[in-house]
């Protein structure tokens, strides 16, 4: 497709388009007519954006009214499933949060872009449904939290194994003291990179095919050659970009061990990664193998580990009387006894979600917390920049929960926020 449209030709359309307001305004939190939905965004439309787009097409309470992403396979791809026209389709995500009938935006560019899109998205009135990890860096995502508390917008994060019964009941189970006292966790994630393509890594430059904005790809990330396996979803292999399966799969799984262990509201104080190995050469440079050691104030132990037993992929809880594990739809216990359990007046439930995106719908119109918000998100991602921090200095560090810093390291300090260019400084 074209980007040839002019933004004032944009401009025309959309002045002339029919007000649709959204069911907030219009006060309906059940059925909605057509003219009462709420208009979503989709910035970012690779593997992830359009898993989310296809959700929010099947809310009947959503509209989804413009496409945006720097590929322009991508957005024709997205335009066609969301039946739209090229006159909804940008290239810049900026015309995109211009546009005053758009209430919302769903936001799965790569994690070098989402602090950049959210903190303008919250300042332009829009909510948000982002992906994980909810910043690039602890203090972007800090920047995050502070627009979407300024502006008073809903924000849900990525992080969907809050909106699974079987993650739920895990916790709960932990939480009510049905394994004993609470003594370690273990997060298991992968520990080869799964790079799609066929890349090595080690292919040379090459020209950028016409249908890339490759320049606003990079955005604030430092410039660089393009190579076909730099982009999309081998991004999150490169450190500069991501360190990999750290905050990829472990941005899921710590959120879990966060939830279970009654933590959302703080971060462990020590970390320390070790059994640290990257790829000697190439362009996937983020740690590969690792075990990386946490520890809360309280003497809670938490460790993240990559390994190849994908059985072992996802949250176990290890308490004094017995452990549980969960991952999407699957729970385990060390007894069935501990699986039999049912829930006693008195013990502490956990919010129910039952549909991750058709619960941040839900808060859009209720202008209530989501499943996964801004602040809670935020923790999780936190834990995981952590174990990249301590992997890239290859030593332990101390942290301090409430300040978001190091206690006495200059150099871990350097790295609460990831390098930007000047263009895209926030």
């Known amino acids: 497709m074209s980007d040839s449209h002019s933004f004032s030709r944009r401009q025309f359309l959309k002045s002339a388009a029919p007000l649709i307001l959204p069911a907030a305004v219009l006060g309906r939190a059940g059925a909605v007519s057509p003219n009462s939905k709420i208009r979503l965004a989709c910035i970012g439309v690779g593997g992830q954006g359009t898993t989310n787009l296809k959700a929010f097409l099947a809310d ?4 989804v009214v413009a496409i945006c992403d720097v590929d322009g396979k991508h957005r024709e791809r997205a335009m066609n499933l969301a039946k739209l026209t090229p006159a909804d389709c ?8 211009a546009r005053k009938d758009v209430d919302a935006v769903m936001n799965a560019t790569p994690d070098h872009w989402h602090a950049n899109v959210a903190i303008e998205a919250a300042k332009a009135g829009k909510d948000l449904f982002s992906e994980k990890p909810l910043g690039a860096s602890i203090a972007e995502g800090r920047a995050i939290c502070r627009a979407v508390s300024e502006n008073k917008r ?17 916790c709960e189970l932990v939480r009510n003291g049905y394994i004993g006292e609470l003594k370690e966790i273990q997060v298991g994630v992968p520990g080869t990179f799964a790079i799609r393509g066929g890349y090595t890594g080690l292919e040379g430059p090459q020209e950028v095919p016409p249908h890339l904005d490759y320049a606003m790809w990079l955005g604030s990330a430092p410039e660089r050659p393009y190579t076909e396996g730099r982009c999309h979803f081998n991004f999150r292999w490169i450190d500069e970009y991501a360190p990999g399966y750290i905050t990829d799969w472990g941005a899921h799984f710590v959120d879990v061990a966060q939830w279970g262990a009654g933590m959302d509201d703080t971060t462990p ?23 990386i050691e946490y520890r809360y104030a309280n003497g809670l ?11 072992t992929y996802g949250t176990k809880f290890i308490g004094s009387d017995g452990w549980v594990f969960t991952e999407a739809e699957t729970l385990k216990a ?29 808060a859009m119109i209720s202008r209530e917390r989501t499943a996964a918000p801004a602040e809670i998100a935020q923790r999780a991602a936190t834990i995981c920049h952590l174990g990249a921090i301590s992997a890239k200095l290859q030593k332990g560090l101390k942290f301090d929960p409430k300040a978001e810093t190091f206690v006495g390291d200059d150099a871990a300090n350097a790295l609460l926020m990831r390098p930007m260019r000047d263009a895209w400084k926030i």
């Open 60 to 63: 009947e309470r959503v509209q």
């Open 90 to 97: 940008y290239n810049d995500y900026r015309e995109v949060l």
């Open 154 to 170: 809903v924000l849900q994060c990525g992080t969907w194994r809050r909106s699974g019964l079987k993650v739920r009941m895990a």
């Open 269 to 291: 104080t020590e970390v320390e990664a070790i059994e640290v190995k990257r790829r000697a050469q190439g362009l996937y440079d983020a740690p590969e193998e690792y075990r």
């Open 301 to 311: 132990k938490l460790s993240m580990f990559s390994t190849k037993d994908a059985a």
């Open 334 to 362: 060390s007894s069935l006894d501990i699986l039999r359990i049912k829930m006693k007046e008195g013990d502490t439930r956990l919010y129910v979600s039952k549909h991750h995106h058709r619960n941040f719908i839900d």
